[in-house]
């Protein structure tokens, strides 16, 4: 007595090479995934690490206006203006970047400029000509939060800091800085 053997139809195979086939897909994926996940997580710390060194740059410009800057009237090699600069869509000057003091901080070089707000370079009315900061007077006071305004006491100033990073990363901080009575 023999045995028939029946023709094998290969569905068993088929169906073994779609599973497969939707594991690899799977797998591919969750690769994908962890992938993304890894470079966001790099591109925050990137942030993170570009915006502490911005505060270098911030803190040396504050000095330098505080300290350095004699003539205010006067605008000084590729860094500081006396008047408001033009700016594009985004709010930055439209200045040469290149030409600003550079700092080191680490693998990150940060630029700094910085403007006076006011509408031209010989101030003869702050208030008409300039952003200014009035504080209120503790001495006037009559009545809690009615405090009057002292004149214009102090000089607002706009720095805009440039802090290029790792693989060409950019980041761009500003920050308003009041320079004391005159």
Known sequence: MRLRHHSQRGVTMLVVLVLLSVMLLGGMALAKLTEVGTLATGNTAFREASLQASE????????????????????????????????????VPQVDFDEAPEVEVGPYVVRYVAER??????????????????????????????????????????????????????????????????
Request: glycine share 6%; with cysteine; aromatic share 6%.
């Open 56 to 91: 270098v740059g911030l803190n040396t410009v504050y000095e330098r206006i505080r300290e350095d800057l004699a003539d205010e009237d006067t605008d000084l090699a590729g860094w500081y203006w006396a008047t408001m600069q033009e700016t594009d869509e985004y709010g």
């Open 117 to 182: 707000l006011c509408d031209t370079a010989e101030v003869t009315n702050a208030l008409r000509q300039c952003v200014v900061r009035q504080e209120p007077d503790p001495q006037k006071s009559k009545v809690a939060g009615s405090e009057p305004l002292d004149p214009p006491n102090s000089r607002q100033f706009r720095v805009t800091i440039q802090v290029t990073g790792p693989k060409d990363t950019q980041t761009w901080v500003q920050s308003m800085i009041t320079k004391g009575k005159p």
